[in-house]
């Protein structure tokens, strides 16, 4: 049979790729995409063809997975149970995309990942596959076969001559995108344990940061960055940009105990330098040009919406369906926002939109000839009549 592997040339699918092979007799055909991993994506490649893949693709989805995926979800404003910004959760739908593709130009027979039974990845992935064509094959092996943990795959690992790529030093593992980098297991899985400093990868120390702060200027039309600083620029080349700015100040570090959609809590933490600013940096146009009923149900909605993203549903009627209804909000979000890094920490400064919807005559506590503030009397005495009805039923002792 003619598998097609999500292969990122890490422990568990160079050992998926050997065993495929050796256990179940099958073809395997790597897949590599490309989502901001840099040069492990090339190495990733010659792993697999090594290892003994029949045929190795590579991808650069860098531009699609930004402009199709990671800024739709952000029109959004998910943020999954109020702190983690999806950025793992956002790639998959992507990668079976292209992995159900390949499977058909090349006629495969399955797809296989290497998503453990435990984790959040095996549904996402195969959700996805299933959304885009309904009769195909998954295979999980860590469903499947009879290796217990890591230190039976380093020794199958060595059996075969595949590099073992974690160290007493280093014992966890990550995921990494232009979105972010997340870092699971080994140590982390004390959620008592601080995360050690030489673990991350983006973003400086806060402590070892620059000692003055540094303003960015974030550009948004309808809903999505277009610009840095005044300089137009492209969703990769605006994400690379702000994953720099961001991370050079220690802004976007985040250590998480979530809630998996298989029904455990996890720890994880998190580097998303860039789409932390984003986040703050659109709401703070939103401020402006959003209807407060609007904006409030937008809000409700993006928790649900969240949930989707986190849990597998991409390619779900529903997600498509708020999505339509959360552009249509976006629509509206065109403006800029101002914010401070230092060491760490954001601050929005400043916002403006040519679509605003702040009035400095209403909100002036100077003399005004719009707002009549007698009127507010009138108001409050209609809002309080359940309350007032209520309280007199108390004092009566009849509730």
């Given at each position: 049979?003619?598998?097609?592997?999500?292969?990122?040339?890490?422990?568990?699918?160079?050992?998926?790729?050997?065993?495929?092979?050796?256990?179940?007799?099958?073809?395997?055909?790597?897949?590599?995409?490309?989502?901001?991993?840099?040069?492990?994506?090339?190495?990733?490649?010659?792993?697999?063809?090594?290892?003994?893949?029949?045929?190795?693709?590579?991808?650069?989805?860098?531009?699609?997975?930004?402009?199709?995926?990671?800024?739709?979800?952000?029109?959004?404003?998910?943020?999954?149970?109020?702190?983690?910004?999806?950025?793992?959760?956002?790639?998959?739908?992507?990668?079976?995309?292209?992995?159900?593709?390949?499977?058909?130009?090349?006629?495969?027979?399955?797809?296989?990942?290497?998503?453990?039974?435990?984790?959040?990845?095996?549904v996402r992935f195969e959700l996805s596959a299933y959304a885009l064509k309904p009769d195909i094959v998954t295979i999980a092996p860590w469903r499947e076969w009879s290796f217990r943990g890591r230190q039976d795959l380093e020794?199958?690992?060595?059996?075969?001559?595949?590099?073992?790529?974690?160290?007493?030093?280093?014992?966890?593992?990550?995921?990494?995108?232009?979105?972010?980098?997340?870092?699971?297991?080994?140590?982390?899985?004390?959620?008592?344990?601080?995360?050690?400093?030489?673990?991350?990868?983006?973003?400086?120390?806060?402590?070892?940061?620059?000692?003055?702060?540094?303003?960015?200027?974030?550009?948004?039309?309808?809903?999505?960055?277009?610009?840095?600083?005044?300089?137009?620029?492209?969703?990769?080349?605006?994400?690379?940009?702000?994953?720099?700015?961001?991370?050079?100040?220690?802004?976007?570090?985040?250590?998480?105990?979530?809630?998996?959609?298989?029904?455990?809590?996890?720890?994880?933490?998190?580097?998303?330098?860039?789409?932390?600013?984003?986040?703050?940096?659109?709401?703070?146009?939103?401020?402006?040009?959003?209807?407060?009923?609007?904006?409030?149900?937008?809000?409700?909605?993006?928790?649900?919406?969240?949930?989707?993203?986190?849990?597998?549903?991409?390619?779900?009627?529903?997600?498509e369906a708020l999505q339509a209804y959360l552009d249509h909000v976006a629509a509206s979000v065109t403006g800029t926002a101002r914010l401070k890094l230092y060491r760490g920490g954001l601050q929005v400064v400043g916002r403006?939109?040519?679509?605003?919807?702040?009035?400095q005559e209403l909100v002036t506590f100077e003399a005004d000839q719009v707002y009549r503030q007698s009127d507010a009397a009138g108001f409050i005495r209609l809002q309080a009549l359940r309350l007032r009805v209520r309280a007199?039923?108390?004092?009566?002792?009849?509730?």
């Open positions: 049979m003619k598998v097609v592997l999500a292969y990122s040339g890490g422990l568990d699918t160079s050992i998926i790729l050997k065993w495929l092979q050796i256990e179940r007799g099958h073809q395997v055909i790597a897949f590599t995409a490309d989502l901001g991993q840099g040069d492990e994506v090339e190495r990733a490649r010659q792993k697999a063809l090594a290892t003994g893949a029949v045929k190795a693709y590579t991808l650069d989805l860098r531009e699609e997975f930004v402009r199709d995926f990671v800024f739709p979800m952000q029109r959004a404003s998910s943020l999954y149970e109020g702190a983690y910004l999806l950025g793992t959760s956002i790639a998959r739908p992507l990668i079976a995309k292209h992995l159900v593709r390949i499977a058909q130009e090349e006629g495969a027979d399955a797809l296989a990942h290497g998503a453990t039974g435990k984790g959040n990845d095996q020794e199958f690992a060595r059996q075969h001559g595949i590099p073992v790529p974690t160290t007493p030093k280093d014992p966890w593992s990550t995921d990494a995108n232009l979105l972010h980098i997340s870092y699971e297991g080994g140590l982390l899985e004390d959620p008592w344990s601080e995360p050690p400093e030489h673990m991350f990868t983006r973003t400086t120390d806060p402590l070892k940061a620059p000692d003055q702060p540094e303003y960015v200027e974030i550009d948004f039309e309808k809903g999505d960055p277009v610009a840095v600083n005044g300089e137009p620029l492209g969703p990769v080349a605006l994400l690379c940009l702000l994953n720099t700015l961001a991370g050079r100040h220690g802004v976007g570090r985040l250590d998480l105990v979530e809630n998996r959609f298989v029904g455990m809590k996890s720890r994880g933490v998190y580097e998303t330098p860039g789409g932390t600013v984003l986040y703050h940096a659109r709401r703070a146009v939103e401020s402006l040009t959003l209807d407060r009923e609007v904006l409030h149900t937008r809000d409700q909605l993006a928790v649900k919406y969240s949930e989707l993203v986190y849990n597998g549903f991409w390619f779900s009627p529903e997600r403006r939109s040519p679509l605003s919807l702040y009035s007199e039923l108390q004092e009566r002792g009849r509730i």
